[in-house]
């Protein structure tokens, strides 16, 4: 089992995967407003872009975003985040995090809003959540692999993706981590039991080169940061 261990660790370090930031910020905006006309001629979002936009912009896992997640907004692009799932089947709302996001606070929280208010998600929320994962890991796993344009991509890589970016952006930027190492730093990203998390986040590059102009603005703190 070790010598598997090793192996893998070693397989993501020589097979990182790059992501451009600028197509990053345009694509969770574009899963945040994304809608779809229903059959009675009413138009609304789909449940999939909403959560895989939120897991993106805030790194919360799947059954956190659509059943668990609890959010108060602390910052323009920060947020107290408590319902953390646990191993087993548990949660834990006595414990909140002071986390990043990757657009503005306010964008997250109506999306968010926009998600729990959908029928196809009200029905989770009576459900365990090992059957939350099973009615809606398939459809998330396939937007994954479409809006990454990458078959081995899976909706969980969300939490990896920005944890790397949240790193690189924050840690040394930010004066709450001026006099702790990056343990405290995870700790309050990821919670005290995710340390797969923070080997896995590794496996993810940021291009942060800008690409040709398109007419679209991109949103963000850092959409110009060089």
């Known amino acids: 089992l070790a010598a598997d261990a090793v192996e893998r660790l070693e397989t993501r370090a020589t097979n ?17 407003s994304s809608t779809q006309l229903r059959g009675d001629g009413s138009i609304a979002p789909y449940y999939s872009h909403l ?36 191993r087993r089947e548990g949660v834990d709302y006595s414990e909140s995090f002071r986390i990043y996001t990757l657009v503005a606070a306010d ?8 998600l729990r208010a959908l029928p196809d998600v009200e029905e989770l929320q009576s459900m365990d959540n090992m059957a939350v994962n099973n009615r809606v890991h398939s459809n998330l796993n396939k937007l994954a692999k479409r809006t ?29 981590w001026k006099k702790v190492n990056e343990t405290v ?8 039991e995710d340390m797969d998390t923070q080997e896995s986040y590794k496996v993810f590059k940021i291009d942060y080169t800008k690409p040709a102009a398109t007419g679209e603005a991109v949103e963000g703190q850092w959409a110009n940061r060089l």
């Open 16 to 32: 990182t995967v790059e992501i451009n930031f600028h197509w990053l910020m345009a694509t969770i905006n574009g899963l945040l």
């Open 51 to 86: 959560a895989l936009g939120i897991a993106l912009a805030t790194g919360r896992r799947e059954i956190e975003v659509l059943k668990l997640a609890r959010f108060k907004k602390v910052g323009e692009f920060e947020l107290e985040f408590s319902g953390q799932a646990k």
């Open 107 to 114: 964008l997250v929280l109506e999306a968010f809003d926009k």
């Open 148 to 176: 990454f344009d990458d078959e081995t991509r899976v909706f969980k890589d969300s939490r990896a993706i920005w944890a790397r970016l949240v790193f690189e952006l924050h840690f040394n930027r930010d004066p709450r």
């Open 185 to 192: 730093f995870w700790r309050e990203m990821l919670g005290h």
